[in-house]
């Protein structure tokens, strides 16, 4: 049985809502990125709003229903600093200071340390150890949330029926559902530089705007395929706080969807309703091979749209950071290529990255493996194929009954990738 002196872990998570509701009312400066995700739903945070609606009220019914029942509510009522308004049915703290005392005093740390509208109360009345700016810059934002983003596409689906086209030819992620993330990748010196640049541009965007420097912000990225366009563009997405709007040209402009001129002008439209976002353009090389081997004038004229839209399309000044992507840039002509700003490739990994990229692939792995004679062993292979080897790698462990890598695992995840680059050979 809990004692009254030291409360469970229901009872301070719902003093946590109720010191995190009092908070945002006494500090009008806070917003809803000052709440950790877990509490945003009970604050009334939803949908693709920006604003926090104050006051911030919270009801017994809606502890009752998220953090505990009525035996847990009843505890919580008990508590000298909580008060029950009985019109309505609503909690509320008596007096902030004691009643954050007793809070940090039951165990509340950790909750503060995860809690950036706690973590800037308790700094500022110097009552724990603890930095607003770091917890804040930990917590996720709620603009990086599939609710937001969903949210935010519906609104414009209702304005303008005619951007549900567009949606549908879309691929939209947003940034806290990538995987990728940019510690995980091993970059060029090149493309660690672009992503400086890109970084320092979106601190420095209104900045870039006022002296009427537009022209930023168009990446084209070329490279075999698995050597990692589309893992770096996702990793952005999530690094830079930007949803992802993936696109691919041939499913555009195929004659089964018909109006692909239009599709194409509500693709960059939707866009840039969307930003800041982050506009990949897949198989950029298809405009090209278009061009060549199609008489449609219908697609010279879908095409002439795309470059068109790519020519009204910055970074500065509507937030759409756009990235063409193509394993064939030799396909590409003079009017294609001058539309972006920076070329930046993707080579297959020299013997140095195919070190780093087997390290961070088995980072979590038990793989007694020598890595250096890996590296030697697999000149050639992408970073995709060497994800292929080791994942078949410990498919072969599982198979014998461990969940440790061992060499002949790996010399088996090295014959798949082998055979599947003959596979390929034979049938090009």
């Known amino acids: 049985m809990t004692s009254p002196t030291e409360p469970d872990n229901a009872v301070l998570d719902m003093m946590e809502v109720l010191l995190t509701a009092e908070i945002l009312n006494r500090y009008q400066h806070l917003d809803k990125n000052d709440l950790s995700p877990r509490l945003r739903g009970i604050a009334g945070v939803n949908g693709g709003t920006t604003a926090l609606k104050r006051p911030v009220l919270i009801s017994e019914s809606l502890l009752k229903r998220e953090r505990g029942g009525d035996e847990a509510v009843g505890r919580l009522k008990s508590n000298p600093f909580v008060k029950c308004e009985e019109f309505g049915g609503r909690l509320a703290i008596t007096s902030l200071e004691p009643a954050a005392r007793w809070f940090l005093k039951k165990g509340g740390e950790e909750r503060i340390a995860a809690n950036p509208a706690l973590a800037y109360f308790f700094e500022t009345n110097g009552m724990a150890e603890v930095s607003y700016a770091a917890v804040r810059e930990r917590n996720p934002p709620y603009e990086d949330t599939k609710e937001y983003i969903e949210a935010k596409i519906s609104h414009l689906l209702a304005e303008n029926e005619e951007m549900r086209t567009a949606r549908d030819l879309i691929i939209i992620s947003a940034p806290e559902e990538i995987e990728q993330s940019l510690d995980l990748l091993v970059c060029t010196t090149e493309q660690e530089q672009i992503l400086k640049k890109i970084g320092i541009a979106l601190k420095k965007r209104d900045f870039l705007r006022e002296k009427r420097i537009y022209e930023f912000g168009k990446l084209l990225f070329v490279g075999p395929p698995g050597t990692g366009k589309t893992s770096l563009a996702l990793a952005m997405s999530r690094a830079l706080h930007m949803p992802l709007l993936e696109v691919r040209l041939a499913m555009i402009t195929s004659q089964y969807l018909g109006e692909t001129s239009k599709n194409i002008d509500r693709i960059f439209d939707l866009a840039k309703r969307l930003a800041p976002c982050i506009l990949f353009i897949d198989e950029f090389d298809f405009v090209a091979k278009s061009r060549i081997t199609d008489d449609n004038a219908a ?25 063409g992507a193509t394993n064939h840039p030799w396909l590409l002509d003079e009017a294609a290529w001058r539309r972006f700003d920076e070329v930046v490739e993707f080579p297959l990994p020299d013997r140095n990255m195919r070190h780093q990229i087997l390290e961070k692939i088995t980072r979590t792995l038990d793989c007694r493996c020598d890595f250096e004679g890996l590296a030697d062993r697999t000149e050639g292979f992408t970073g995709a194929d060497l994800r292929i080897m080791i994942k078949e790698s410990l498919i072969s462990a599982l198979m014998r009954g461990s969940e440790e890598i061992i060499p002949d695992d790996i010399e088996k995840g090295m014959d798949v990738v082998k055979n599947r680059d003959l596979i390929r050979r034979n049938q090009s």
């Open 299 to 323: 697609m010279k004229r879908a095409v002439n749209m795309l470059l068109k839209n790519i020519d009204t399309t910055s970074f500065i000044k509507n937030g759409v950071l756009l990235i």
